[in-house]
């Protein structure tokens, strides 16, 4: 009996039970998708990194001693070295990176097509490189005069995302690549060159331990230790992996969240309108537990329904919509797929989480005796609400005052309606709010802290002799620029961090709450911390920081904090850079025009900054992609969750309507009291969701921020306007829908006291 009576009900309330489905649907479609495009990008990363026995650490020298190497070796924490030599070759027509091998199997590329590694003569050519540039294997190039030919293709996870420097934010595999050639052949390339050591380390090491090791072993001549993970092709894989899974937890913890309010409303309006029927079988002897079963199924059934089906399409259809948009920026051998395992589990948390929602508005009613439950209409007597003994309340309109009077009545009801305009609301700020953020960063970057037209990278550091010569090239000033990697020491805790050290100049202009930050004016050790990079140590203004350089830890005053989105760490003025016993050593200038500096026989490249920015909202596109998807998904759930809120007021008031009709109230009188109290309901939930909103932006932004980019959070007037409109669009659809129900109330069944 109670089978059937589950499937008639089912039928009759199918629209309140389809948006719970529908949103149960939406909560794992968005959150399996998203977080099985992150787990299969670590996946194929992890993979990739493991087949081509990448390196844990990387040594920078200055000179390369075979003599040091074995010593190295030697050393407790290293298990395996290899040594290779780095150099770059840039014409008018492509820039390439030219790496040498050995015969060790540390960070080997894998051959895609061609011959196998060896020493013969020849260049093994980055796979895009060579696609888009329509290359065929026996193919020759030349670099500085000497004519390699193309003997295989090649793909290395330490170049997953491969740029020319730092200033290039997107791979460009036209113009861009890197070549392996044999140690044999890297000498007659004639390039500048840079020496590194690749070490494979036990597990657990003590890296500064290790540094100070290298240092004894090398003195001079080490300059730098970098760990796998802090490479720059991995360390972005990594934080986009991490930037795509965050979007998928935060937003689909608040989607279930609203998922499980939604189904709570749905069941308390649908056991509301069966309150009869309960009370009718308890009589006839129906024990407890079998009605607690019987309403438990709709929540079984819905939630189950809905978040399977959304499980299973999500890595199947999203996913691959997802890749297709991101995949592309990054170079691996193939995308793997990955099983996910935590969605599964999802749908058994959302399914359990359903049905003991569902039996909320259920327990209550079942535990009264069935006489009291078959008195439908309520026998409690309402006194004066607060505000009828204020001195306002006869100045107040009919209406107003009736749907006040309903609202401080029914306070639960209230909150609902509410609730329903600030979830959604919510959703569309953080939505908006996110894209808007990412805008206002990239213009803070470009517009407020980059000043300069150009920046000029050389093919080596320049010492201050070469720096004059080069500034006789210039018909402008510059700004010279070092970034170096430097150790911030936080009570027993390491990082490394990038130091930026500039010579005398506004082109790079850091700010505090729109005062202007000089650098000229720091002294002695002085330094300027970037914000974002002090919240997460907890540094304050005038506090005292310690950093280790050349194995020396040294005491910096921290003058003042820098608000900025890129680049994060500390700032040096040439002058404090120097008094630290420091050598100025930049590697690039910023000039305020573009100049003609090509002619240097040190310039390596240069970047407009106009193609930057262009460039830096590129490589933000899968992100704006999600982003979309997920304003579709609020505003989905914004009108479901509104729809399911007034249903259930509705259906606690329809006695309510259907008593004003009858006591002479015309049709239209009785809608536009039910659309007074939709407006003010949605009215308030508005105005609490500006600062809900706000909150939850700011908690979000700073989620999907990285340690190198620390996205401002902002939200415009403009997408305010948009979300707002949107809102009151979904309050006229409810109150459409709500204005059908009222004009088809059956006085008679309403108004039919129980029996």
């Known amino acids: 009996m109670l089978l059937r009576k589950t499937l008639r009900d089912f039928k009759q309330n199918g629209l309140s039970f389809f948006a719970v489905f529908l949103m149960s649907f939406i909560c794992l479609f968005v959150f399996t998708g998203i977080y099985s495009l992150s787990q299969q990008m670590e996946q194929t990363g992890e993979s990739f990194i493991e087949e081509s026995q990448l390196a844990d650490d990387l040594v920078t020298l200055q000179q390369y001693d075979a003599t040091k190497e074995k010593e190295t070796t030697q050393l407790s924490a290293v298990e395996e070295t290899a040594h290779r030599s780095v150099g770059q070759i840039k014409n008018d027509d492509f820039s390439l990176t030219v790496l040498s091998f050995d015969q060790s199997s540390i960070s080997h590329p894998l051959v895609v097509r061609g011959e196998a590694l060896g020493q013969q003569a020849g260049i093994w050519l980055d796979e895009d490189f060579f696609q888009v540039n329509d290359y065929q294997l026996g193919d020759t190039i030349v670099i500085n005069q000497v004519a390699c030919e193309i003997l295989g293709t090649i793909r290395q996870p330490e170049f997953i995302y491969f740029t020319e420097n730092a200033d290039q934010p997107v791979p460009d595999h036209e113009k861009t690549g890197y070549a392996y050639v044999s140690e044999d052949t890297f000498p007659s390339l004639s390039l500048f060159t840079t020496h590194q050591l690749l070490l494979n380390t036990k597990e657990n090491i003590n890296q500064p331990w290790l540094e100070n090791q290298l240092t004894e072993i090398w003195g001079a001549d080490f300059q730098q230790l970098t760990p796998q993970e802090d490479s720059t092709g991995i ?15 935060l937003f689909s913890a608040l989607f279930l969240i609203l998922t499980l309010i939604t189904m709570e409303a749905t069941m308390r309006r649908f056991v509301k309108q069966q309150q009869l029927q309960i009370g009718s079988l308890l009589a006839q002897g129906l024990s407890k537990p079998a009605l607690l079963l019987h309403y438990s199924l709709f929540g079984l059934f819905v939630s189950f329904i809905g978040s399977l089906i959304g499980c299973l399409l999500g890595p199947n259809v999203l996913s691959p919509i997802l890749l297709s948009v991101i995949g592309n920026q990054f170079s691996v051998p193939g995308w793997e797929s990955s099983a996910n395992m935590l969605g599964y589990a999802m749908v058994i ?63 639960r009801r209230g909150i609902l309606g509410i609730f329903g305009a600030m979830g959604c609301m919510i959703l569309l700020i953080a939505a908006f709010g996110i894209n808007d953020s990412i805008d206002y960063s990239l213009n803070h970057v470009f517009y407020e802290t980059y000043h300069y037209q150009e920046k000029a990278v050389f093919i080596q550091p320049l010492p201050q002799e070469l720096q004059q010569d080069t500034e006789k090239l210039l018909t402008q000033d510059g700004q010279w620029l070092e970034q170096q990697s430097v150790t911030l020491l936080n009570g027993s805790e390491e990082q490394s961090v990038t130091a930026s050290i500039l010579s005398s100049g506004e082109l790079l202009r850091l ?44 005491p910096l005053f921290v003058k003042a904090l820098a608000e900025l989105s890129a680049p994060q760490g500390l700032f040096f003025s040439q002058r404090v ?89 015309t049709q239209s009188e009785v809608l536009r009291l039910s659309l007074l109290e939709t407006v003010l309901l949605t009215s308030i939930g508005w105005l609490l969701s500006l600062p809900l909103g706000w909150l939850f932006l700011n908690a979000y932004v700073s989620m999907v921020s990285t340690e190198n980019q620390q996205f401002l959070p902002n939200i415009t007037s403009q997408s305010l306007i948009i979300a707002s409109g949107i809102l009151l669009g979904c309050m006229l659809l409810v109150q459409a829908f709500l204005n059908r129900k009222i004009k088809r109330i059956d006085f008679a069944t309403a108004l039919k006291p129980a029996e």
């Not at 990594?238 to 965050?246: E, G, K, M, N, P």
């Not at 709450?513 to 911390?529: H, K, P, W, Y």
């Not at 540094?539 to 310690?546: K, L, R």
């Open 235 to 249: 360390s972005v894989f990594t934080d986009r992996t991490l930037q795509i899974r965050r979007l998928a937890l």
């Open 349 to 411: 948390v959302v399914t359990i989480a359903s049905v003991l929602v569902t039996l909320i508005p259920v327990i209550p009613i079942i535990n009264e005796l069935p006489a009291t439950i078959l008195q439908k209409q309520s026998n409690k007597r309402f006194r004066r609400v607060w505000l009828e003994h204020s001195f306002i309340w006869q100045y107040l309109p009919f209406s107003l005052q009736w749907t006040l009077r309903d609202i401080q009545r029914n306070l």
């Open 511 to 554: 700010e505090n709450n729109s005062e202007v930050l000089e650098l000229g004016d720091l002294e002695e050790n002085e330094v300027i911390v970037s914000a974002a990079l002090a919240d997460k140590h907890h540094i304050q203004a005038d506090d005292t920081i310690y950093v280790q350089l050349d194995q020396t830890i040294r």
């Open 577 to 665: 850079w120097q008094n630290l016993d420091q050598v100025f050593l930049p590697q690039s200038i910023l000039l305020e025009s573009a100049g003609d500096i090509s002619d240097s026989p040190y310039f390596s490249s240069s970047t407009p900054k106009t193609q930057q920015y262009e460039d830096s909202q590129q490589l933000i596109e899968g992100i704006r992609f999600i982003i979309s998807l997920l304003i579709l998904a609020a505003l989905a759930l914004g009108i479901t969750i509104m729809m399911n809120c007034h249903l259930l007021i509705f259906s606690e008031r329809f006695i309510e309507f259907a008593t004003l009709k009858v006591l002479g109230f």
